[in-house]
């Protein structure tokens, strides 16, 4: 079982370019969350999905969108990326209801 | 306004000795708190965790004691490991809304 897996593990990106990062769970939860990581900030929610067909923002979701067509993925959308969208973005699962997110191995993206 | 607050970003260790890791939280409607562990590179993974209707939880080495009415968390390893150095992350839950976390507590454990 693989958990969740995370692509590209790393990407340098222009900024103003179009980018997607993937994020694909095998254990069948419902939620699904995006973070970012940053220095001093910590993990601050992007955005977030209890079941598919559903989303909803967190804290930090401008600049963002995601999607959940169904129960294993749920891609993240730079529309037009930044150079302050640079950072480490993880996705994360877990059972609705559940206390235990689980992480991906995160993508670490620069935006230049 | 920050829910969950790690307001130690570092903390040394001698190896053998305990390390207590705090979190203060701000909303009374927390149903559970959690401790992730962070290496670099890595994602974050579960450590231990507790209920509100609890003040301690202990798992081997690690033990989390919640003070409700201080609304106050820590983290207590012993004996601290040199392989216990990484970033911890404090996370509070209430219902189905998803995790809050703090800004986390970089632990290094000195041999």
């Known amino acids: 079982i693989a958990g969740i897996t995370q692509a590209p593990t790393s990407q340098i990106l222009a900024a103003g370019r179009r980018m997607t990062l993937r994020c694909t769970q095998d254990?069948?939860?419902?939620?699904m969350y995006w973070y970012r990581q940053d220095l001093g900030l910590g993990l601050r929610l992007i955005h977030y999905s209890n079941t598919a067909g559903t989303t909803g923002k967190g804290e930090v979701p401008d600049g963002y969108s995601v999607s959940r067509a169904n129960t294993d993925d749920f891609p993240l959308t730079l529309a037009s990326a930044v150079p302050s969208q640079t950072s480490v973005y993880f996705c994360?699962?877990?059972?609705?209801?559940?206390?235990?997110?689980?992480f991906g191995p995160g993508t670490r993206l620069t935006v230049l | 306004d920050q829910q969950v607050k790690q307001n130690s970003p570092s903390l040394s260790v001698q190896e053998g000795r305990i390390s207590i890791l705090n979190c203060d939280y701000t909303?009374?409607?927390?149903?559970?708190f959690l401790w992730y562990k962070k290496y670099p590179a890595e994602g974050p993974t579960f450590l231990i965790s507790i209920s509100s209707i609890k003040d301690k939880n202990e798992d081997g080495r690690f033990t989390v004691f919640l003070n409700k009415s201080a609304k106050h968390l820590s983290l207590h390893i012993v004996p601290s490991q040199p392989g216990d150095s990484a970033v911890y992350f404090c996370?509070?839950?209430?219902?189905?809304?998803?995790?809050?976390f703090g800004k986390g507590t970089r632990l290094s454990v000195i041999a």
């Open positions: 909303n009374s409607m927390f149903d559970y």
């Open positions: 996370a509070a839950i209430r219902g189905n809304t998803p995790l809050v």
């Open positions: 254990m069948r939860h419902n939620a």
């Open positions: 994360a699962s877990s059972d609705l209801g559940s206390d235990t997110q689980y």
